[in-house]
Structure formats: C-alpha cells, structure tokens
C-alpha cells in the first residue's frame, strides 16, 4: 500500500486530496497544527480512529516552523510521496505578518526537502507553486514565463519554487512543482473573494447580511474548480521524470464580472449591496493572471471541466444549502452532469470518484 504524507490537509486542497489518496487505495498521513479551536472541519468526514485496523488515515501534529518535527515524522512515517500543501496561503495576510510569510511558505519549504535528504527517504515531492509567482508578467503566463512577485507570500513561494527544483538538480530528488492558477470550491476559505462572494450571496438571499465590503474589482484572476487540480498534483507525482507544470482555464475574469455572475445567478442587482472598503486594497496588486497549460494538457493529459460560470454556480448552491436554504439548482446540475452522482455534489471529488468507478468509503 503507497504511503503519503501531506502537509496543509486541513486546507481546501489538503482535504480533496486526502480523499483522492484514500480512494487510491493510499495510507495518508498528514500533519496538523494544534489550534484551540477545531481545524479539521474539512476533513472530519474521512477520520478514522486510529485503533480501527482498518485505518488509513493518520494525522500527526506538527508545524512548518518544527524542523526536528518534520524531520521526525518524515522519517518514522517514511512516505512514498509527500505532498507539500501548508502555507500561509493569504496574499493580503502576508503583507501584514511578512516575516511569518517568509518562515512557513518559503523556509517551511527547506525544512522539509532538507528532511527528505538527511533521511534517506526516496520519497516523491510535491511543491504547492502559485501563478501569483508571475505577478506582474504578461498573460498568458507559462513555465517559461519570468517570475515578478508582488507579495511576500509569492516572494516565499519563488524561494521554494527554486530550492525544489535545486534539490531536484543538485540531489537528484523526485521533486516537483505545480504551479497552481486560482481554484475555489465550497471549500475554500471564507476570507478569499470568490467565497467572500458567494457566501455573501446566500447570506444576502437568507436575509443575513445586508453588505458586501470589497477591495480591487479590477483585477483579472483565472478561477478553476479545486478538486480537478489535486488530480493533478496526483498525476504530476506518477510521472517517470519529475518536472514542473502549470495548471489553469485559460479563462480569466475580473473581481468585477465575478461579482455579477454570482449576484445575478441569485437574481440581485449587486449595485445594491457592494461598496468598496479601500482597506482590503493590497500595497500591490497582481493585475492580471490567466494560465497557458498547454503542457499540462500535452504531458499530463490534464484539461479542467468546469468553467468560470459554473464554478460561480456550484458555489452559490452549495453556500445557500449550507444556510439550510434552497439552493438555485444550476450548480448541482454540472456537477452532476459532469461527475455524476449529485447527491455527493457538495464533496465534488467524491463524485468525481465515483465517476471513476471507485469509493471513498
Ligand atoms: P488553505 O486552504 O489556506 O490551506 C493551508 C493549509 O496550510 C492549512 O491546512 C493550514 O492549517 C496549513 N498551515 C498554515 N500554516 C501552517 C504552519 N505554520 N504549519 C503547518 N501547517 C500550516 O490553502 P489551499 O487553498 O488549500 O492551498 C494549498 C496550497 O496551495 C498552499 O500552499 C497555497 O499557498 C497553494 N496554492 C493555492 C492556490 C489556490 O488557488 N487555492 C493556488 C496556488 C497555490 P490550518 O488549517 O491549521 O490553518
Ligand atoms: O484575491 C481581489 C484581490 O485573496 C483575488 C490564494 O489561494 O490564489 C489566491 O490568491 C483578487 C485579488 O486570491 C477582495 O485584490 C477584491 O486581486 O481571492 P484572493 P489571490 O490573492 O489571487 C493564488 C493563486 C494563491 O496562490 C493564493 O494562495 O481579488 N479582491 N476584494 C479581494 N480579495 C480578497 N481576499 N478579499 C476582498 O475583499
């Protein structure tokens, strides 16, 4: 049975990709942090008690600022692949603590390719790279496309991109980077814009919440649909070679259009409920992001079903059910239309595993 470990599971990616593995047949392992609130809401479906002999699923606390920790764990667990998720993932957050951006998404990094090293553990490796690392390039960004970071968190995530695929020249490491444009699910956090946005519809529809206060409308972002892009990560791992592939639509649209798709979806006019609060403007913006993934396409045979519109649409429905209200029904209907099994449709790669013939319990 193929172990692995993956840092950041509690996350949105983290929690579909823990299922995908499971699915797979995998041992998962991940690592958490200990909070004094619960952390693990995104993957409470798919705990197992450890005591079961049945388990699969593992987690262990940890922290990308440990390094004797996560030398710890990768040594004893001794992965067949890890999947490096855990960041400090807020754009805007990591002009406010830059430091901390610096030791958990970049330095976190080095912790644990240095681990993999010292340890002798052949172990596969994904980086969590970002199309934010392209910053102010020109659209359509590729892999050949220079970097011009505009964050600390996509200063910290050039470092990690280029300490992966130096641990990959200079050791010869299985080590890999995906460079991951926009993907949003009902699973993504409250605090990014496409949630921000869809959550605030339903709360709006519910009769919850009166105002939407946002920052940039103006910039341009190249939304997809999460767990088409942790099947990615998966197949970028069973390749012969490692190597390094962006993944995006190719489509891109602005904070603005965003915001009408999903109020109009719910028949508001959002001229009604959004006013700008220049305090979520960033010091510098990422104007426009949209991905060439050609090659992932070509190598990978990667191509993402869902579009922008229908990413808007399945997250309305699915932020409206969670309200206990109807939801408008279109999302449910691509989802089921292109996975099937609507009654997973929330869980989204459960359906798509199904689709595939397998399960995930
Ligand atoms: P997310 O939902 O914000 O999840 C981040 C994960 O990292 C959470 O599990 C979080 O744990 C964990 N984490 C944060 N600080 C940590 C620390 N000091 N030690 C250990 N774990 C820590 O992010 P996501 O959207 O799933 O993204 C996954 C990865 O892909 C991230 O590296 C992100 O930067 C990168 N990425 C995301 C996108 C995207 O559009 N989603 C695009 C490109 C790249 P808690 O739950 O305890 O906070
Ligand atoms: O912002 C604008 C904001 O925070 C998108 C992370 O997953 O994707 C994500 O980073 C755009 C920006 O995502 C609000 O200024 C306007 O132009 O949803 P976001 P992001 O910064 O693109 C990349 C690929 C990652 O790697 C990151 O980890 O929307 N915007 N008004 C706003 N953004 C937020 N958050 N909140 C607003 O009120």
Redesign the pocket.
């Known amino acids: 049975m193929p172990k692995a470990l993956v840092t950041g599971i509690t996350g949105q990616d983290g929690s579909y990709l823990a299922e995908l593995l499971l699915a797979r047949g995998y041992e998962v392992h991940g690592m958490i942090r200990k909070a004094s609130t619960f952390n693990t809401e995104r993957i409470n479906h798919i705990y197992q008690d450890p005591h079961d002999p049945a388990a699969k699923l593992f987690l262990h606390y940890g922290d990308l600022t440990n390094a004797e920790q996560l030398t710890h764990l990768i040594y004893n667990v001794r992965p067949d692949e890890i999947y490096h998720l855990g960041a400090l993932?807020?754009?805007?957050v990591s002009f406010e603590i830059p430091e901390y951006a610096g030791d958990v998404t970049g330095l976190g990094t080095i912790r644990i390719l240095e681990a993999v090293r010292r340890s002798g553990v052949r172990a596969r490796f994904y980086q969590a790279s970002?199309?934010?690392m392209f910053g102010s390039a020109p659209p359509p960004q590729s892999e050949t496309s220079a970097f011009q970071p505009r964050s600390p968190?996509a200063i910290a995530k050039v470092y990690s991109y280029w300490m992966t695929v130096n641990y990959r020249q200079a050791y010869g490491l299985f080590a890999t980077n995906g460079i991951?444009?926009?993907h949003e699910s009902p699973r993504r956090g409250e605090?990014?814009?496409?949630r921000?946005v869809t959550r605030a519809v339903a709360r709006i529809r519910a009769g919850e919440q009166k105002k939407l206060f946002?920052?940039?409308?103006e910039?341009k972002?190249d939304w997809g649909y999460a767990p088409e892009y942790v099947e990615a990560m998966w197949t970028m791992l069973q390749r012969e070679t490692p190597d390094d592939y962006v993944l995006g639509t190719g489509e891109s649209h602005s904070?603005r259009q965003l915001v009408e798709e999903a109020f109009g979806y719910a028949g508001l006019d959002w001229h009604d409920f959004v006013e700008i609060d220049q305090g979520?403007f960033?010091p510098t913006?990422?104007d426009f992001l949209q991905a060439d993934a050609s090659k992932a396409r070509r190598v990978l045979g990667w191509s993402p079903k869902v579009t922008f519109k229908e990413l808007v649409r399945i997250m309305v429905d699915a932020d409206l059910q969670s309200l206990g209200q109807a939801p408008i029904g279109e999302g449910m209907r691509i989802l089921q239309d292109k996975f099937g099994d609507w009654h997973q449709w929330h869980s989204g790669v459960t359906a798509l595993l199904q689709n595939n013939g397998t399960h995930v319990e």
């Open positions: 993932s807020h754009v805007k970002s199309s934010e968190y991951l444009f926009n605090t990014f814009v496409t921000k946002l920052g940039n409308l910039s972002r904070v979520y960033r913006e990422v």
